[in-house]
C-alpha cells in the first residue's frame, strides 16, 4: 500500500509540474486569442488563419504528440529499464532521423499541394476566391510548424521518459509569448500573416529550448548513419504506430468533418469552434493531458514489470482524480460560459453577436468535457500494454458516428450541432473503451471510482446557485466595466471552488484528503 501511495505521489508530482508549465501556456493562450480576436473578430480574415493553422496542426497530433506518446514513451521506456544506456541512445537517433526525413518529404507535399487540401476540407471557400487565396498562402507559410512541432514531440517524449517534466511542459508557452509578440509588434503590413510566421518561429523555439536537458540527459538529435538495417526498437515502434496512427487520424476526419460543415455555414462559424475548443482545451490540458502525460511512463513501467495489479490501482486513482478536478470545471464552464467569453473576446472586431455564437459551441462543447477527459487516461492503459489496436477499433466508429450526428445536427443547431455532435461520440469513445478494458484487466476498481464519482457530482451542483445568479446580472449584457466584471467573474470562481471544496471535505473525499496530503508532505519537504 505503501509503494501504491508513494507511486501515485509521483504521478500528481509530475501532473502538477506539467499542469503549472500547461497553465501558464493557457494563460498566454488565451491573451493571444484575444489579441487575436481583438484584431480581426470572426471575420473571413480570421475564418481563413484557423483553418491554415488547423491543417499542420492537425497533422501535428497525427504524426507527433499523439503517435510519440503512444509508440516512442512505451518502447524507450522499456530501452530505459532492461537496455543499456547506450543502446537506448542507439534508439533516440534512429527515431529522430526517420521521423525528420519522414517529416520533410510530408511538409514539401503539403506546400505543394495546399490548395488541392483546401479544397477537401473547406469546400465553402471556393466560391470565395480572395478568402482561398488568403488561406492557401497562410497555410503554406505556417507547413513547416509541423517539422518542429513533431521534433519537440520527440524531445518531450525523451524528457518525459527520464522523468523530466519542466522544459516540455514549458515549451508551449514559449510559443505563445512569440505569437504574442508577433501580433502585437507585426513586421508583416497584415497582421494575420505576420501570426502565421510567428506560428512557425515559435514551433522552432519550442523545440529548441527543451534540447539542452536532452542532451544533459545524454542523448543527442543526430543522424543514425546508416539508415539500414532499422533499429529493431525502430521496427516495434512502427509497429505500434500504425494502429495509432489510424486511430489518431480518425479523430482528425471528426475534426476536418466538423470543418468542412463549418466553411459551409454563416460567417465566422469556423473561428466560433477554435475560440470554444479553446476554453474546454483549458482545464483538459491543464487536467487531462497534463494527468496523461504524467501516467503513461508510470503505466508503461508496470506493465514492463508485469505488474497488472500495480497498473490497475495508478488507473483507478488516475480516473478518479481526473473527475474530481474536471466535473467542476463542466459545470463552470455551461454556467458561466457566456460571462467568460464576454470578458475574454468581446473587444474591438469582436461583437456581442460573436460571443452568443462562442458560448452556444462552448455549451456543447462543454457536456463532453468528462468523456474528453476520461479517454485521456483510458487510452494510455491500451497504450502501456502495447495494445494499439482495441483504441483504433473504437475510435473508428466513433468517427462514423459522429459523422452521422455532424450531418444531422448541422441544420436545427447549426455550428453548435457540430460541437454536440464532437462530444456526444467523444461520450461513445469512452464508455466502450472502459468496458473493454475492464475485460482485459479483469477488474477496473469500479465501486470506488463510481462511489467518487457520485461525490464529484454532487459537489458540482452544489456550486450551480451561485453560478447562475452571477450570470444573470446585466451588465454582461454591456461594454465596459471591464474591472467590475473582472472581479465578479474572479470572485465567483474561486467562490465556487471553495463550494465544492467544502462538499467533498464534508463528504469525506479521498481525492481531497489525498491531495491535501501530499501538499501537505510537498510542503514540509520545501521548509
Not at 483507478?316 to 474536471?326: D, N, V
Not at 468517427?399 to 441544420?411: E, F, H
Not at 452544489?462 to 472581479?487: D, E, H, R
Request: with cysteine; net charge positive.
Amino acid at each position: 500500500m505503501e509503494k501504491q501511495t508513494e507511486t501515485e505521489g509521483r504521478i500528481v508530482a509530475a501532473a502538477s509540474i506539467v499542469s503549472a508549465g500547461t497553465f501558464l501556456s493557457r494563460i498566454l493562450g488565451f491573451l493571444r486569442d484575444m489579441l487575436f480576436a481583438k484584431i480581426l473578430g470572426a471575420t473571413l480574415a480570421a475564418d481563413a488563419f484557423y483553418v491554415a493553422y488547423r491543417i499542420p496542426n492537425l497533422l501535428r497530433e497525427l504524426f507527433a504528440e499523439g503517435s510519440m506518446s503512444a509508440g516512442f514513451i512505451p518502447v524507450f521506456t522499456e530501452y530505459l529499464t532492461k537496455r543499456s544506456r547506450e543502446d537506448t541512445r542507439y534508439l533516440v537517433r534512429s527515431v529522430f532521423t526517420a521521423l525528420f526525413l519522414i517529416l520533410i518529404v510530408i511538409v514539401g507535399i503539403g506546400i505543394v499541394f495546399t490548395p488541392l487540401i483546401l479544397t477537401l476540407i473547406a469546400p465553402g471557400f471556393i466560391d470565395h476566391p480572395n478568402l482561398f487565396e488568403l488561406t492557401t498562402r497562410l497555410t503554406r507559410i505556417m507547413f513547416p510548424f509541423l517539422l518542429f512541432i513533431s521534433l519537440a514531440a520527440l524531445t518531450m517524449g525523451i524528457l518525459n521518459g527520464t522523468r523530466h517534466f519542466g522544459p516540455p511542459a514549458l515549451s508551449p508557452a514559449v510559443f505563445n509569448i512569440v505569437m504574442i509578440l508577433f501580433i502585437l509588434f507585426p513586421f508583416y503590413s497584415e497582421p494575420v500573416v505576420a501570426a502565421a510566421l510567428g506560428v512557425v518561429v515559435g514551433g522552432l523555439l519550442q523545440w529548441v529550448m527543451q534540447l539542452p536537458t536532452v542532451y544533459k540527459e545524454g542523448f543527442s538529435m543526430s543522424f543514425q548513419k546508416p539508415i539500414f538495417p532499422l533499429h529493431p526498437g525502430l521496427v516495434k515502434m512502427a509497429k505500434l504506430l500504425v494502429p495509432v496512427t489510424v486511430a489518431l487520424s480518425v479523430t482528425q476526419v471528426n475534426i476536418l468533418v466538423s470543418t468542412m460543415m463549418a466553411s459551409t455555414l454563416a460567417e465566422g462559424s469556423v473561428s466560433y469552434l477554435y475560440y470554444a475548443m479553446r476554453l474546454i482545451h483549458f482545464p483538459l490540458g491543464i487536467f487531462g493531458v497534463a494527468l496523461s502525460t504524467a501516467l503513461l511512463p508510470t503505466l508503461s513501467a508496470h506493465a514492463a514489470h508485469g505488474d497488472l495489479p500495480g497498473l490497475r490501482q495508478s488507473f483507478s486513482f488516475g480516473l478518479r482524480l481526473i473527475f474530481f478536478i474536471t466535473a467542476p470545471a463542466l459545470i463552470g464552464l455551461i454556467l458561466l460560459r457566456v460571462p467568460i467569453v464576454h470578458l475574454l473576446f468581446e473587444h474591438g472586431a469582436f461583437t456581442r453577436f460573436d460571443t452568443l455564437g462562442v458560448a452556444s459551441a462552448v455549451l456543447y462543447y462543454s457536456t463532453g468535457l468528462w468523456a474528453f477527459a476520461g479517454v485521456r487516461v483510458v487510452v494510455p492503459v491500451f497504450y502501456a500494454l502495447q495494445d494499439t489496436k482495441t483504441p483504433v477499433r473504437i475510435a473508428i466508429a466513433a468517427m462514423l458516428l459522429n459523422i452521422l450526428l455532424n450531418v444531422a445536427l448541422a441544420v436545427p443547431l447549426q455550428h453548435g450541432g457540430l460541437a454536440l455532435a464532437t462530444s456526444l461520440s467523444s461520450m461513445f469513445n469512452f464508455v466502450v473503451l472502459i468496458v473493454l478494458l475492464r475485460k482485459r484487466i479483469n477488474q477496473i476498481d469500479a465501486t470506488r471510482i463510481s462511489l467518487s464519482h457520485l461525490k464529484v457530482l454532487l459537489a458540482s451542483l452544489c456550486m450551480a446557485p451561485l453560478t447562475i445568479s452571477i450570470t444573470n446580472l446585466p451588465l454582461w449584457n454591456s461594454q465596459g466595466n471591464l474591472l467590475v466584471k473582472s472581479f465578479l467573474l474572479t470572485v465567483a470562481i474561486l467562490a465556487s471552488v471553495a463550494i465544492y471544496i467544502a462538499v467533498q471535505a464534508i463528504l469525506k473525499s479521498e481525492e481531497l484528503t489525498f491531495l491535501k496530503n501530499f501538499l501537505k508532505a510537498h510542503l514540509n519537504r520545501s521548509e
